[in-house]
């Protein structure tokens, strides 16, 4: 079957080796989704101190980086938010985070209800609380 990596000029670069997303068929894989922002290695809510270690982060702000960093890629893809079909969540704080991401998440999903998992991981590759990986059709 036919393999297709896909690039979105929107979402933030990859921070390694990975494209955005992979099309096999009618499906569409996307890699993990973080909330940085394009061309930059600002973090929507994140506060730094000089070592790069986090200060204080907002959960609600990096959702909602997430989630548009997501549309930019189904979207590249020739894909939409609606045709999104399974979601893995990544979380570095379950017992803090936990409530406000799932409010947000049934407000983006509330007409598109995939499966989903929510796992909690001790960090991620840069300084973020939540990541997701994105399985979705293209019609």
């Known amino acids: 079957m036919q393999q297709n990596d ?3 000029n929107k979402a933030p670069e990859p921070v ?13 894989f996307l890699s993990g989704v ?11 809510g994140v506060e730094l101190d000089a070592d790069g270690n ?10 909602h980086s997430v989630f548009k960093n ?5 979207e590249d893809a020739g894909s939409s938010w609606d045709n999104i079909v399974d979601v ?11 409530k406000t991401y799932n409010a947000l998440y049934a407000e983006y999903f509330k007409d598109n209800l995939p499966c989903r ?10 300084p ?12």
Do not use: W
């Not at 893995?88 to 936990?98: I, R, W």
């Open 6 to 8: 896909v690039n979105s």
């Open 16 to 28: 390694g080796l990975y494209p955005h997303a992979k099309r096999v068929g009618n499906l569409l």
């Open 34 to 44: 973080g909330p940085r922002e394009r061309g930059t290695k600002k973090i929507p």
């Open 54 to 63: 986090i200060v204080s982060y907002d959960i609600a702000a990096q959702c």
């Open 70 to 74: 997501i549309r930019y890629v189904l």
């Open 88 to 98: 893995t969540v990544f979380l570095t704080n379950m017992k803090d985070d936990f």
């Open 117 to 126: 998992t929510t796992i909690e991981i001790n960090c991620l590759p840069t």
């Open 128 to 139: 973020i609380a939540i990541e997701l990986k994105v399985i979705a059709t293209i019609d």
